[in-house]
């Protein structure tokens, strides 16, 4: 079980360490707000994929054939969430370019990653693929803590966007520099979604 739970932490870092547009937040609220924010980013994405992760090593192969069938407006769906996230961004950093960003609680950023996580199913399909690896056999206590494991490597991989972002905010202080990585951020974004749409349809 030792070596499984080894397993299921590296997958979790693995999945998460791709650059994507959650990966493109948590760095640009840690270039902006700081690792504190950015870490509950993070967090935010990193229960999503806890969930997920339950999801697949329980009943992933009843919810699969479904996903299947709907995985093309799945992606369309997401593509489309993603677009707007970033059209949204680009039109936010205009409008507040010269406004005083008002004070916000830490713990607000975890909320946005973690439902743009959780709006792409398809996370579940790649979960449930890692499922035969795994010695989850109808196990409830095993299928948990694998899913907490896989949890631990998507999140301490998370918390290094967002040490990265707040880096990268100490060395390029200023709010032109801000803004500048506001729009980079969500120019990233806007493209995930595109090249989504292009992919999908």
Same mark, same amino acid.
């Given at each position: 079980m030792g070596g499984a739970i080894w397993k299921a932490l590296v997958f979790g870092a693995v999945v998460a360490g791709s650059i994507g547009p959650i990966a493109l937040l948590i760095l640009g609220t840690g270039a902006r707000r700081g690792f504190a924010p950015a870490c509950f980013a993070g967090l935010g994405a990193a229960?999503?994929? &806890?969930? !997920?992760? &339950?999801?697949? /090593?329980?009943? %992933?192969?009843?919810?699969?054939? /479904?996903?299947?069938?709907?995985?093309?407006?799945?992606?369309? %769906?997401?593509?489309?969430?993603?677009?707007?996230?970033?059209?949204?961004? &680009?039109l936010s950093g205009a409008r507040g370019a010269a406004a005083t960003p008002a004070p916000r609680h830490v713990a607000s950023s975890m909320l946005p990653t973690f439902l743009l996580t959780l709006v792409n199913p398809m996370t579940l399909v790649l979960f449930a693929g890692f499922v035969p690896q795994l010695p989850v056999a109808g196990s409830f206590a095993a299928a948990i803590s694998l899913a907490l494991a896989l949890f631990a490597g998507s999140f301490l991989v998370q918390a290094g966007f967002a040490a990265a972002g707040a880096l990268v905010g100490t060395v390029l202080p200023g709010r032109g520099w801000q803004r500048?990585?506001? !729009?980079?951020?969500?120019?990233?974004?806007?493209?995930?979604?595109?090249? %989504?749409l292009i992919d999908a349809i």
């Open positions: 229960l999503a994929d &806890l969930i !997920y992760a &339950l999801l697949a /090593f329980t009943i %992933g192969a009843l919810v699969l054939p /479904f996903l299947a069938e709907q995985a093309t407006a799945i992606r369309v %769906g997401c593509a489309l969430l993603l677009t707007g996230l970033g059209i949204s961004m &680009l500048a990585i506001n !729009y980079a951020a969500a120019a990233g974004v806007l493209a995930f979604g595109l090249a %989504g």
